[in-house]
């Protein structure tokens, strides 16, 4: 009887001794928790956001309080030179742009019932907003003021929108296509600034807002091919610029 009740005893000992690494785990993790929560806001809000143009419809975290305020002050401390008029411009067509993009997946959201228009169109609002921490840094004046949907001052802006929601009003799979070619056309224009930009404001949101377009036309491609049964084909970049974006977009980075 003796020999059991020290044998239990023993056993005791080695089972508490075991899970106090496991314990210690737990709470490590409770504390790394906020840090992590700091760094997906800040991903959020310059444009790095998981694919929420799955079917499933994710929420898109909005950017709020000190998160965003985190956000505004890296980019200030990146801008390390004045703009060139040229660079200036960039940011201004770019913040329309990326506002054409939202608005058109509104309404095709609207229009066909979707969820990858009315995710995506969550998304383009933050890349919106992160074109617009670069116009406010350098004291530039906000092309979209409180413009409605549908309209900018940028008439060739202007102009592409209206083609674009006539095309895209034809079919479901007409929309898919013009969410693509939306995509395409973000991702020519961002690599065509970042070439004339030295400025690491600009290259940081620039470069985010470039792997967003690139995970957004995957995610349009691949929609529309499983809808259509056809192969999608790029409409405005090379069939080897196209299929190389593609392979990035499904690799890990």
Same mark, same amino acid.
Request: charged share 25%; hydrophobic share 40%; glycine share 4%.
């Given at each position: 009887?003796?020999?059991?009740?020290?044998?239990?005893?023993?056993?005791?000992?080695?089972?508490?001794?075991?899970?106090?690494?496991?314990?210690?785990?737990?709470?490590?993790?409770?504390?790394?928790?906020?840090?992590?929560? !700091?760094?997906?806001?800040?991903?959020?809000?310059?444009?790095?956001?998981?694919?929420?143009?799955?079917?499933?419809?994710?929420?898109?975290?909005?950017? !709020?309080?000190?998160?965003?305020?985190?956000?505004?002050?890296?980019?200030?401390?990146?801008?390390?030179? /004045?703009?060139?008029?040229?660079? #200036?411009?960039?940011?201004?067509?770019?913040?329309?742009? /990326?506002?054409?993009?939202?608005?058109?997946?509104?309404?095709?959201?609207?229009?066909?019932?979707?969820?990858?228009?009315?995710?995506?169109?969550?998304?383009?609002?933050?890349?919106?907003?992160?074109?617009? !921490?670069?116009?406010?840094?350098?004291?530039?004046?906000?092309?979209?003021?409180?413009?409605?949907?549908?309209?900018?001052?940028?008439?060739?802006?202007?102009?592409?929108?209206?083609?674009?929601?006539?095309?895209?009003?034809?079919?479901?799979?007409?929309?898919? #296509?013009?969410?693509?070619?939306? /995509?395409?056309?973000?991702?020519?224009?961002?690599?065509?600034? #970042?070439?004339?930009?030295?400025?690491?404001?600009?290259?940081?949101?620039?470069?985010?807002?470039?792997?967003?377009?690139?995970?957004?036309?995957?995610?349009?491609?691949?929609?529309?091919?499983?809808?259509?049964?056809? !192969?999608?084909?790029?409409?405005?970049?090379?069939?080897? /610029?196209?299929?190389?974006?593609?392979?990035?977009?499904?690799?890990?980075?």
């Amino acid at each position: 009887m003796k020999k059991n009740i020290l044998v239990l005893v023993v056993v005791v000992f080695v089972m508490s001794a075991c899970a106090a690494p496991a314990a210690a785990d737990i709470n490590q993790t409770e504390v790394d928790l906020p840090q992590a929560e !700091t760094v997906s806001v800040l991903e959020e809000s310059t444009g790095l956001v998981t694919d929420e143009s799955e079917v499933s419809d994710p929420v898109v975290t909005e950017e !709020t309080g000190s998160g965003e305020e985190t956000h505004q002050a890296t980019i200030a401390a990146l801008s390390d030179t /004045e703009l060139s008029t040229s660079e #200036l411009e960039g940011i201004t067509f770019m913040r329309e742009e /990326e506002k054409l993009a939202r608005d058109v997946y509104i309404q095709l959201a609207d229009l066909w019932n979707m969820n990858i228009f009315s995710n995506i169109s969550r998304s383009e609002d933050t890349h919106m907003e992160a074109v617009k !921490t670069l116009i406010d840094l350098f004291g530039y004046e906000d092309p979209v003021q409180d413009n409605e949907v549908g309209i900018f001052t940028d008439q060739v802006l202007q102009d592409l929108h209206d083609e674009l929601m006539v095309s895209g009003s034809i079919s479901l799979a007409d929309a898919l #296509l013009v969410g693509g070619a939306i /995509e395409e056309i973000d991702i020519l224009d961002l690599q065509k600034y #970042l070439d004339q930009t030295s400025n690491s404001a600009v290259i940081e949101v620039y470069e985010n807002l470039l792997r967003g377009s690139i995970k957004h036309l995957n995610s349009f491609v691949s929609n529309y091919e499983r809808q259509t049964g056809e !192969t999608y084909q790029p409409q405005f970049l090379t069939q080897e /610029e196209y299929q190389e974006l593609i392979s990035l977009s499904s690799g890990s980075n």
